[in-house]
């Protein structure tokens, strides 16, 4: 069974900083593209960070609002299989549930799995 369990979320202040953490199992970590999307109330979920598996070079994308802000990395050493997401210089606007994904593609397509979520509240 799969499971992606997100940890991290929380109240911050504007400015302030946090650090997201997700704990894979059930897949060879490896293998997928990890990423974090987030989801504001009444908004679709977009993406937030992507990093390719190791074997590719752990290669990054951001969205374009977030460069510079957000640092997306990943360990998978000794079957850890964690994936974080550093968040600084928060804004109100960050506020929003944060979701860890997992995917691969292969000949059927993209394959997803989603973790819960943790909410992330940016305000004074």
């Known amino acids: 069974q799969v499971q992606l369990v997100e940890s991290g979320g929380g109240l911050v202040q504007p400015g302030g900083s946090l650090r997201l953490s997700c704990s894979g199992s059930g897949i060879i970590f490896n293998d997928y593209t990890m990423g974090w999307y987030r989801q504001s109330r009444g908004k679709q979920r977009e993406l937030v960070a992507l990093?390719?598996?190791?074997?590719?070079?752990?290669?990054?994308?951001?969205a374009d609002s977030l460069k510079g802000r957000f640092t997306i990395s990943r360990d998978n050493a000794r079957n850890r299989n964690m994936v974080y997401l550093q968040m600084n210089s928060l804004k109100p606007e960050d506020t929003a549930v944060y979701y860890c994904?997992?995917?691969?593609?292969?000949?059927?397509?993209?394959?997803?799995?989603w973790g819960q979520g943790t909410q992330v509240t940016v305000s004074s």
């Open positions: 994904n997992a995917h691969y593609y292969s000949t059927a397509g993209r394959r997803d799995y």
């Open positions: 990093i390719a598996p190791t074997n590719s070079g752990e290669s990054t994308n951001y």
